[in-house]
T-cell receptor, first 112, second 113 residues
């Protein structure tokens, strides 16, 4: 089936550790996105990528890093510099500029 | 960053009632999207709108692209318990020149049986 796969579903991080969240899509979409969602809040854009080997900062990029080496993959690293990483992280993709975004099922990150 | 003003923030309704919610922006948009999110899941696209004045239905859901291009509306008719969830609007700022969408803060809907 075509879709967006995020893994793992749940992730735990110790203080001072970096963790990487996976996002893979087999929809042949050009653009991919990472959002952060806090309880009772909307979606805030962390990073997005419109083509391979290129990405742009969103509204809350500090403490996060991404790469886009392949069209189908857009991993997000939550670094130790992110002081409040506990949140629900959503990955999305779209085929073009005026087309809807489609979302994965999310990864919930918690701090031990 | 910019977020859309979505209202109401939350609502409790009786099963069978109709629901209305809206989204407003300070920018002109050329695309409006409506999503539903269930707890612990990613948002699922309900309706996409591409032209000012456009009215589009998806089952019991109807959405409209406001003629000013700065607002959009979603109506749910004859609500049922599975309509419970968070409804998000999203819009694309035509001036951005990017693939970015701006999201509303969500309307939390609870349906009382």
């Amino acid at each position: 089936d075509g879709g967006i796969t995020q893994s793992p579903k749940y992730l735990f991080r110790k203080e001072g550790q970096n963790v990487t969240l996976s996002c893979e899509q087999n929809l042949n979409h050009d653009a991919m996105y990472w959002y952060r969602q806090d309880p009772g809040q909307g979606l805030r854009l962390i990073y997005y990528s419109q083509i391979v080997n290129d990405f742009q900062k969103g509204d809350i990029a500090e403490g996060y890093s991404v790469s886009r080496e392949k069209k189908e993959s857009f991993p997000l690293t939550v670094t130790s510099a992110q002081k409040n990483p506990t949140a629900f992280y959503l990955c999305a993709s779209t085929i073009g500029s005026n087309q809807p975004q489609h979302f994965g099922d999310g990864t919930r990150l918690s701090i031990l | 960053g910019q977020q859309l003003n979505q209202s109401p923030q939350s609502m409790f309704i009786q099963e069978g009632e109709d629901v209305s919610m809206n989204c407003t922006s300070s920018s002109i948009f050329n695309t409006w999207l409506w999503y539903k999110q269930d707890p612990g899941e990613g948002p699922v696209l309900l309706i996409a709108l591409y032209k000012a004045g456009e009215l589009t239905s998806n089952g019991r859901l109807t959405a409209q692209f406001g003629i000013t291009r700065k607002d959009s509306f979603l109506n749910i008719s004859a609500s049922i318990p599975s309509d419970v969830g968070i409804y998000f609007c999203a819009g694309r700022d035509r001036a951005s020149g990017t693939y970015k969408y701006i999201f509303g803060t969500g309307t939390r809907l609870k349906v009382l049986a």
